[in-house]
């Protein structure tokens, strides 16, 4: 600890060093400290966020980006800016996981749903597991994939041949179950050609000629939808 005081306001010539130290010097500091950890390190992992301030993500060392160490201070808005900066963030499962969990800190629910929406339809594996944790920062998400979880089931006791509903189809769930949602999330969220963006973009689609009551529109969607997977359709939609 007397280690972490001397650098405080001293310039980092390695970053990687310093983050290496900063994680060790973690669990020493909460055992220590209590409650008053933050209060040491905050302006560390602070100095460390601006020496990776240009960065590029790697998947291979998540946590030495900006993000992360911004993440380690609370900085919420920050670590949201940090992930929108960079360049196809969605694909990238630990940024989506870190715009998730900063909106909802931030109360930003639509920022929030943006990273869980962007993880299921790239990871869907990860998004699973992840939202099956009991205590969520959102607890509106997790009550919501509890409810998904509920779905999946009556589908998995059918006896229908038809593909069941996957954790890459939760946005598109989402969208249908709660209403207002389409207004609120853009159908260009879903950036891709996975099967979970495509049914995200005829729910999308099919809730907006509802809306705007066009028939014709409506029609078509409702087919797409039907076409593409239609067990979401015919047992979600009534």
Not at 40 to 53: C, F, G, H, K, S
Not at 137 to 154: N, S, Y
Not at 203 to 226: F, G, M, S
């Amino acid at each position: 600890l007397v280690a972490a005081l001397s650098r405080l306001a001293r310039p980092i010539e390695d970053p990687r060093q310093e983050l290496a130290f900063l994680l060790e010097t973690a669990p020493i500091a909460k055992r220590l400290l209590g409650s008053q950890w933050r209060e040491l390190l905050t302006p560390l992992w602070r100095q460390l966020a601006d020496a990776l301030d240009g960065q590029p993500f790697s998947a291979e060392e998540p946590q030495f980006h900006r993000s992360f160490a911004l993440s380690q201070a609370q900085d919420w808005a920050g670590v949201s800016a940090s992930v929108l900066n960079e360049p196809n963030w969605c694909r990238q499962s630990a940024l989506c996981l870190q715009l998730a969990q900063s909106g909802a800190f931030q109360h930003r629910r639509v920022e929030s749903l943006t990273g869980w929406f962007a993880l299921c339809w790239h990871s869907p594996a990860l998004a699973a597991e992840t939202l099956s944790k009991p205590q969520q920062p959102d607890a509106g998400v997790g009550k919501a994939w509890q409810e998904f979880l509920a779905t999946e089931d009556e589908l998995a006791d059918d006896d229908s041949e038809e593909s069941a509903l996957t954790a890459s189809d939760f946005p598109a769930w989402m969208l249908l179950h709660e209403s207002g949602l389409a207004r609120q999330m853009s159908i260009d969220l879903a950036q891709s050609h996975t099967p979970g963006e495509e049914h995200y973009r005829c729910v999308h689609r099919w809730l907006e000629a509802r809306r705007a009551r066009n028939k014709d529109d409506e029609l078509a969607a409702r087919k797409a939808l039907q076409a593409r997977h239609p067990l979401l359709l015919s047992r979600i939609v009534p």
